[in-house]
């Protein structure tokens, strides 16, 4: 939904404005004129992310949000939706890095003990190393550190800094009550709980994703597929925090919007109506089912095993239970695997596939 948003946004808005002077500064020209530089920035950072250049789009969503932000003010209306992309694209370039174990914007692969041994200039090793060196070489110990250490925080900052502009987004969008911005502030707060689940802080990311519930719910149709994605988003939460009850229920809430959902595109084919569009997301929407139906049997055995074991602490567990559960019988149930976040986000990507060719209300 936030792409189809995007690129409506981005597109010429028809409103005949006055002509200004390209060579003025940004904070110097007129409204008109950096409104529309910034709508060409975003729909030239769309591009690069259809395309999968993270870089790329991260690089010209900070150009439009620093172009924004200098005319109208960090939190105006205006900054929304740049401030949104750039945090998106952000979260992407940081799963990125996170993905490939290294310096994703220089591509290197991550090197084998032997090849730091030979090559340890820029190792952490080195500097561990260095410190038992003589004396005089403690300045240049200190330079390699502050430069490693600078290192780590550009690694750390694009998922602080994602965090950051798309709180600033959240707070422009839910200061206006219309639905359009109401559901820009969810999407957001969705983003929000991606970034504490790829950041390990689970509680936060529950909190984001049970306030983009809220207002999905209050705006959305009980068959949208965004509402399937956030209880899933949910569930996955609760396993992390081993809360298997609730998570079965909001796995059970996303399985009842999927089988809503096929039940009115069915409606639909048999009317004639969107045939070929309404098809296509049938068949991706049933590739989920299967998924989902096997997490909630893990997490549904998982909490029967964890209530049985309440019970036995409680009632006290008698000798032949107590003798089955250390020879592992009572626990032989390892457990489901759970998505990590990025193999989350990758659900997101199933979940939005259809809507960019149909999305009934």
């Known amino acids: 939904m936030s792409e189809e948003m995007s690129g409506a946004s981005s597109s010429g808005s028809g409103v005949d404005e006055k002509p200004c002077s ?3 500064p940004a904070t110097d020209r007129c409204s008109g004129d950096v409104m529309e530089e910034a709508k060409k920035l975003i729909g030239k950072g769309n591009r690069h992310l259809v395309m999968g250049d993270i870089v790329a789009a991260v690089r010209v969503f900070q150009d439009a949000c620093g172009m ?11 900054c929304g939706e740049a401030f949104f992309l750039c945090g998106k694209s952000l979260l992407e370039l940081a799963r990125l890095e996170s993905t490939v174990l290294g310096n994703a914007l ?3 692969p991550e090197e084998s003990d032997d090849d730091d041994e030979e090559q340890p200039s820029n190792s952490n090793i080195e500097s561990a190393n260095d410190l038992d060196d003589e004396d005089d070489d403690d300045g240049e110990v ?17 998922l602080q800094l994602a965090w950051e502009m798309l709180e600033v987004a959240k707070v422009i969008f839910k200061r206006k009550e219309n639905k359009e911005q109401q559901l820009m502030a969810a999407q957001t707060l969705l983003k929000l709980g991606e970034v504490g689940a790829e950041a390990g802080n689970y509680p936060q990311a529950l909190e984001d994703f049970q306030e983009c519930l809220a ?6 149709p009980p068959h949208s597929r965004l509402l399937a994605e956030t209880y899933y988003h949910v569930a996955a939460m609760h396993c992390y925090m081993d809360q298997y009850g609730q998570a079965v229920q909001h796995y059970n ?25 309404a098809t296509t997301e049938m068949e991706e929407l049933k590739q989920l089912l299967p998924d ?3 997490k909630i049997e893990d997490a549904e055995e998982i909490h029967k095993t964890d209530s049985a074991a309440i019970q036995q602490t409680l009632g006290g567990a008698s000798t032949s239970s107590a003798s089955r559960s250390e020879n592992g019988s009572s626990s032989a ?11 989350i986000d990758g659900w997101s990507i199933i979940f939005y596939s259809g809507l960019r060719h149909f999305s009934p209300s």
């Open 292 to 294: 989902i139906r096997e």
């Open 68 to 78: 924004l932000a200098a005319r109208y003010g960090d939190t105006a209306d205006e």
């Open 142 to 158: 200190d330079k390699n550190g502050d430069k490693e250490e600078e290192e780590e925080d550009d690694d750390v900052d694009n």
């Open 333 to 343: 149930f390892a457990g489901p695997t759970i998505a990590e976040p990025n193999e």
């Open 215 to 220: 207002l999905q719910l209050k705006h959305l």
């Open 106 to 108: 220089v591509g290197v």
């Open 22 to 24: 390209s060579s003025a």
């Open 253 to 277: 809430s996303s399985v009842k919007v999927i089988e809503t959902r096929l039940a009115m595109l069915q409606n639909l084919i048999a009317a004639a109506e969107s045939t070929e569009e």
